[in-house]
Structures are given as C-alpha cells and as structure tokens.
C-alpha cells in the first residue's frame, strides 16, 4: 500500500461520462485522545481502468482536513480529494442492496399516482365550480321555452352526478395510495435501519486505476469530537492489606458514525496541542501612570485574597457519605491480559485486544483497562484549622511505575462505598496520598485559650497573643498514626513582627508558618497540643485577616 497525504481544498471536477462510484466506509480502528480521534476505516469496491470519481460514505460529520491519508494499491493513482457534507448527486442511490433499490422504486411510482390523481381531482371539482356558477341561467335567458329548461336541468342534474362520483372515486383511490405509500417508507425504514450507522460526512476521490478490479482503500483522519477521561474504583478492605485500583475510563463520542466491533486504543496525548516551542524577546521596562497603578493594586489585591480564601477551602477535601454501593469488578483479570499499556516519550497509551461497541450519541460509555493492586502505607491526617474531621490517606509509593493519569476515583473501604477523592500524579514528591474518606472514631477539637490570649499596647505597637488548644481522641480499637497540621501567620512586611511562643515540640516550617506533629495514639488516648504566637504591629493600623 502506499499513503498519501491532502491537503483538502477546492477540486476542479474531472470530465467523465461515468456516473459516481458510491461506497461506505467501515470504522476498524480508533486512537482516542483527551480532546479528539483518529479513525481508521476501510472500504473496497470495484474499479475500472481509467479515471473515475468515487463517493465514499459514512465517514465522520467533521474531520481535521490536513490530517487526511489515503492508501491505495499501486496500480492507483489518487489525483484529488474533497471532504463534504452536502454531496448532491442523482446518482446517489444504494444500488448495492436490490431490495433496498426496489422499495425505492415503487415509492417514486406511488409518487407519481398519488400526483395524477389530485390532479384529475381537482380539474373535477372545477368543472362542478363552473356548472355551479352558470345553475341561474333560467333566471337571466327569460325567452327559454319550458322544454329547452327541462333539457338544461336534466343536464345539469348528471353533469353533476356523474363528476360528484368521480371526485368520491379518486378520493378513496387518493386515500388508497397514500396507505400503501406509508407501507412502503415503513418497510425501506425496516430495510435501512439494521445497516450501520450513516454520517452526514463524505469523501469525493478522483482515482486513476491501472488494473480493472477490486480495490481496497483505508482511510485515516483525526476528528475532534470524540474525547476520553481517566477514572478509578479504589477498593480496601482494611488498613493493613493493599488497595485494588480498577483503572477505567470513559469514552464519549460524537462523530457521526457508530463504532462496531472496533480496536480501541486510549492515548494521553493531545494532537490538537501548539508544539511550537516559545521564543523569548526583549523586554523594555516602562513608567505606567497612577491611575492604571492603583487600578493594578486593586485588581492584584483582589485575586490574592481570592486566593488565600480558596487555599484555606481546599486544604483538605474529602466526602462523608455512607451509603452501601455494590461496584463490581467483573472479569478483571481477563481485562489486564487484553490490555496493554505503552510508554513513550510523550504520552502513555493503552491497545485494548478487547473489541468494543461505541455509539455515536454524545454518552459516556465506560472501558476497563487493567487492575493494579498498589501497595499502601495508611496513616491518619487532620488539619483541625480548616476541618475537624481526620481523613485516612493511603501513601502510595514509586507510584509513576503506574502509569497513572489524573483523574476522579470512588472509594470502597471495608464494603462501603465513602465517596470520591481526586487522583492526581503529577506533582513533584515521591509518594502520592490518596484520600481514602473520613474517619469519625477519631474526634479532633480545637479551640481558643481564652485566658492564655489577648491585645497589650507597647508604646508606638500593639502586641496581640494567640493561643490554641487542640485536643484529639482515639475511639479505635486499634493504635492510629496521626500527621496533625496547624499554622500561625508569617509576615512579609518588617512593621509586622510575629513570634512562635509555643509549639508543643512541632515541626515547623518558617517559611509557610505551618506546625507538624507526628502523633502515636493507642486505643482511647486523649492528646493535648497547645501552641501559641504572638503578633506586634503599629497601633494605628488594622491587619483585616487576622
């Protein structure tokens, strides 16, 4: 086979007395990435010697026209090529199926009566409009003797008659044909709708054959509406056994063409991306004046605190329902032989052997992958300043050796379906925590040293103390490793002095402010952390988010 590649564009039509080669393409193949498709499809039909125009069918309703390759034998030769979708051609009938052909047939025929009849109808009833019209002819023609009236009425009377009945004749024979037409768009209805799928997209090919015969032509094509999203089913049964990922995914597509029986393979690549790499120019520095300062000011203060208030939200997530969900990992083990996963520079991709049926209807259809058991290290955390919940995490180590995507995974632990969690690879540390849900047998309180905090003025500053309490019990019955998190605000302006007073022997980090304990808690423990800071600023100013 050889490939070529178009780049699609106007065609000038080829002058040829043979009427269009119409044929349908069939979907064999498809790469799916995250935000498009490359189809694979293939068709054969019977070619002549010479120039020849063919129409190919059932290709998707939109393509990336510059991504287009045609393969052809030798002995052809692709002059041009036109991607449409509104192919008008008198030729355009499926002569491949004759049953399909001959219920066509007699519908343009029952057409065609159905026509002649309202036509003889309504010449009829203006006949009768005329004779109706010219029925007071007595009252104007006063020198008509009784005989000539009584010729004119007896005329009158079976003109009349006689077209009345013919009007009632075509009408049954009207309503007669228009049944049977029904009948016959039915059964091409029942003929057409077991055939695959067809699309609105269609290739127009100008050919040069050498060697009269069969001809076999696959196409290739990226289009843009077909997409695929990583999910997970984690799955423990407790703190001491290793978690069974079930990697899945869901593929959506819309193109026009309804994938049967196809080989499937789910890409993390992004065709569509701007590979070109960036180029860095001068930079000039320039004055900008007060007003576009103080509206900068204003704009960048804004989207800081924005920011601080969605750290201080997004610390810790987590999800508290408790409801029984039966999820099922059907034939896993089968499902990991079939697929296999490939690692590139690039992208990491996954060829299922598995063929799969995907509709053309816009819906997520779910595709397993493979089932990896990833060994976990549990341990509990709390961040009591922004939740008072303690959330279990598993500690996946090595985990790029996965091949894991980001995506959204349900927890199952101990039979029980706790929620979602979010899984999220790419990050710079060596373990990857999964959040496995919460854990209310562990009670977290933190509060305010009331008698231990409060404001003193110092001369020119005001010194303001705080003081925290927090207080964690384990109702397990087991020993819980605790990473407990807290923090106390650090300044980058040097009128703001702040002072750790206080840590109860935690981790801290000055940079962030942020305190870590590491806490060992054996079945019903209480714990006690106290921690304190002092913050001292100029008295006339007010720190807002204190």
């Not at 049944?179 to 609105?200: D, G, Q, Y």
């Not at 996954?350 to 058991?373: C, M, Q, R, T, W």
Request: proline share 3%.
């Amino acid at each position: 086979m050889k490939y070529l590649f178009y780049c699609l564009g106007f065609i000038s039509t080829i002058a040829s007395a043979q009427k269009p080669i119409f044929t349908t393409a069939k979907v064999k193949a498809a790469t799916v990435y995250f935000n498009a498709a490359e189809l694979s499809q293939t068709t054969a039909l019977n070619l002549p010697v010479g120039t020849s125009e063919i129409v190919i069918k059932n290709v998707a309703d939109y393509l990336n026209e510059s991504t287009m390759q045609i393969g052809a034998p030798n002995s052809v030769t692709v002059l041009s090529v036109q991607f449409t979708q509104n192919y008008i051609s008198e030729y355009e009938i499926d002569e491949t199926n004759p049953m399909i052909k001959k219920v066509r047939d007699s519908i343009t025929s029952t057409e065609k009566e159905i026509k002649k009849v309202q036509i003889e109808t309504y010449s009829n009833q203006q006949t009768i409009a005329l004779l109706d019209a010219n029925q007071n002819v007595a009252g104007t023609n006063t020198g008509m003797n009784v005989t000539e009236l009584m010729k004119l009425v007896d005329f009158y009377k079976t003109k009349r008659t006689e077209l009345d009945n013919a009007v009632v004749t075509l009408k049954e024979k009207e309503t007669k044909l228009k049944f049977k037409l029904k009948n016959l768009n039915n059964k091409l209805e029942i003929n057409t709708k077991n055939e695959e799928k067809n699309s609105k997209g269609k290739l127009i090919i100008q050919v040069m054959n050498e060697i009269a015969g069969v001809v076999n032509l696959d196409i290739n094509y990226i289009t843009n509406n077909a997409s695929w999203n990583p999910f997970y089913d984690l799955r423990a049964e407790n703190i001491t056994t290793p978690i069974n990922m079930m990697y899945k995914a869901q593929v959506t597509q819309n193109t026009g063409i309804d994938w049967k029986k196809v080989k499937l393979t789910l890409s993390s690549g992004n065709p569509n991306q701007n590979n070109k790499a960036p180029i860095l120019s001068s930079w000039f520095l320039r004055y900008q004046n007060k007003d576009e300062v103080n509206d900068f000011n204003n704009y960048r203060g804004n989207v800081y605190d924005a920011k601080v208030s969605k750290l201080e939200e997004v610390v810790v997530q987590g999800y508290s329902r408790k409801e029984k969900k039966d999820i099922k990992i059907r034939g896993a083990n089968s499902i990991s032989n079939h697929t296999n996963i490939n690692e590139t520079q690039l992208n990491v991709s996954f060829d299922i052997d598995i063929p799969y049926d995907i509709l053309s209807n816009g819906k997520p259809h779910s595709v397993a992958l493979k089932e990896i058991k990833l060994p976990a290290t549990y341990k509990y955390y709390a961040a009591p300043r922004v939740d008072k919940d303690a959330f279990l995490l598993a500690e996946i180590k090595d985990y790029s050796k996965y091949n894991l995507l980001p995506g959204d995974a349900n927890i199952i632990f101990e039979g029980l379906y706790v929620g979602k969690t979010m899984i999220n690879p790419n990050q710079t540390s060596d373990s990857l925590n999964l959040s496995m849900g919460r854990d209310k047998k562990i009670t977290i309180k933190r509060e305010k040293v009331v008698d231990k905090s409060g404001t003193r003025f110092l001369s020119s500053k005001k010194e303001q103390t705080f003081t925290y309490d927090i207080t964690i019990r384990n109702n397990k019955k087991e020993v819980a490793n605790l990473t407990l998190k807290d923090q106390y605000p650090v300044s980058t302006d040097k009128e703001i002095e702040i002072e750790l007073a206080q840590s109860d022997n935690a981790k801290e980090n000055k940079e962030t402010g942020i305190l870590t304990w590491d806490l060992n808690l054996n079945p019903n423990e209480t714990k006690k952390i106290r921690f304190s800071y002092r913050v001292k600023y100029p008295k006339d100013k007010i720190l807002d988010n204190l």
